[in-house]
Nanobody, 115 residues
């Protein structure tokens, strides 16, 4: 059974940085796109970033320059480096991975940015 486990969330002051990690475990053949969504209180879930299997990152304009996505295929892990964090970045961040033609989700990790 495939599972995704996130880590790295927490409380940070505005202007600070956090690095989120998401590791896939289980038995599978191929992992394609991996990425992150976030959902702030009272708002719809939105895409943050995703990265293809060959390491090409795709950024949402508002995060471009502040967030960097990367992956380590040997470790089945995707990372989200978040710099210059703003209070409006506060949300639950959830990773996903397209594995063997099925999308899997992590449980989510809270990121809170104080002003």
């Amino acid at each position: 059974q495939v599972q995704l486990a996130e880590s790295g969330g927490g409380l940070v002051q505005a202007g600070g940085s956090l690095r989120l990690s998401c590791a896939a475990s289980g038995v599978f053949f191929r992992m394609n796109v991996m990425g992150w969504h976030r959902q702030a209180p009272g708002k719809q879930r939105e895409l943050v970033e995703f990265i293809t299997s060959d390491g090409v990152g795709n950024y949402v304009d508002s995060e471009k320059g502040r967030f960097t996505i990367s992956r380590d295929n040997a470790r089945n892990t995707v990372y989200l480096q978040m710099n210059s964090l703003k209070p409006e970045d506060t949300a639950v961040y959830s990773c996903y991975a397209d594995i063997d033609s099925k999308r899997y989700w992590g449980q989510g990790t809270q990121v809170t940015v104080s002003s």
